[in-house]
């Protein structure tokens, strides 16, 4: 079932998105060579202590960490690691979520550090730009795989992959709601879209061919090919004004 949210709870919501960007905005700051992923798992919990919000992934279906930290070639669900040491060069997609008064939010990003080679940094623009055009799309009156099919065109036309494994959700009361939103797909088809609804649309696109593995940790997915791969999410909410990201 897809809840219409009302005003009240999208004020909810906002709040706990807001939370969500500034912690990601901190996180960040302190994505740099040397750094350890465990180090910035800490910092979103305090940070997120501080704001009297509780980390959305923690305990999440057994998930131990409050966030995921997907270097290179690891898609999403990366576990943040003591001897996982940042190098100049990489990539890491940082995946953070808070609850806060009951209501939800989640956002993703994919950072440099350092200098990175043109490759990686087409794929972390083409991926970012991609979750602006499958947003512009959500608009009420379109159908849910408008948001896809146009995040899939975006991506393919410009020489990258779309993981098919993996999708973006709704989101509210909890973490992962109706609709499940694909990163591909044709245009036209899936539930219509109504002002109330609030989306977590979230790319997760490939340098490579699409396909993927799980790791033996049960959790960390990365590229079959291992080549690298960038992932970018906002929550957004439908209203009749046109789509507002509540993330930013």
């Known amino acids: ?7 009240r709870e999208i004020e909810k919501i ?3 998105c807001k939370i969500v960007a500034e912690i990601l905005q901190h996180l960040k700051e302190h994505v740099r060579p040397g750094a350890t992923t465990w180090d910035l798992n800490a910092l979103s919990e305090d940070l997120a202590a501080r704001k009297k919000a509780v980390p959305a ?4 279906q057994g998930y131990p960490f409050a966030l995921c930290t997907s270097i290179n070639c690891e898609v999403v669900h990366g576990m943040p690691s003591r001897q996982r040491h940042l190098a100049e060069g990489d990539i890491i997609s940082i995946d953070f979520g808070v609850v806060h008064d009951g209501y939800y939010g989640d956002a993703a990003v994919t950072v440099a550090v350092g200098t990175i080679s043109q490759e990686a940094e087409r794929l972390c623009t083409v991926t970012e730009e991609s979750l602006y055009a499958g947003i512009r799309q959500a608009i009420a009156g379109n159908r849910l795989s408008d948001i896809s099919h146009a995040i899939q065109e975006y991506v393919e036309t410009r020489g990258f992959s779309v993981v098919r494994e993996f999708v973006g959700h709704g989101i509210g009361q909890n973490l992962h709601e ?3 939103i694909p990163n591909y ?3 036209g088809k899936g539930v219509q879209l109504k002002s109330g609804m609030v989306l977590a649309i979230e790319p997760m696109i ?3 061919c699409p ?6 940790d049960k959790w960390t997915a ?12 906002h929550t957004i909410v439908i209203t009749d004004n046109g789509p507002e990201i509540l993330t930013q």
């Not at 079932?1 to 005003?7: A, E, G, T």
């Not at 396909?211 to 033996?216: C, G, N, P, Q, Y």
Request: proline letters at 7%; charged letters at 25%.
């Open 1 to 7: 079932m897809i809840v219409l949210r009302s005003q």
């Open 222 to 233: 990365v590229t079959l090919d291992r080549k690298l791969s960038a992932h970018f999410e």
């Open 14 to 16: 906002r709040t706990a």
């Open 57 to 60: 992934f923690k305990g999440y």
């Open 211 to 216: 396909d993927v593995e799980i790791l033996r």
């Open 185 to 187: 797909g044709p245009p």
């Open 178 to 180: 109706s609709p499940q």
């Open 206 to 208: 490939n340098a490579g």
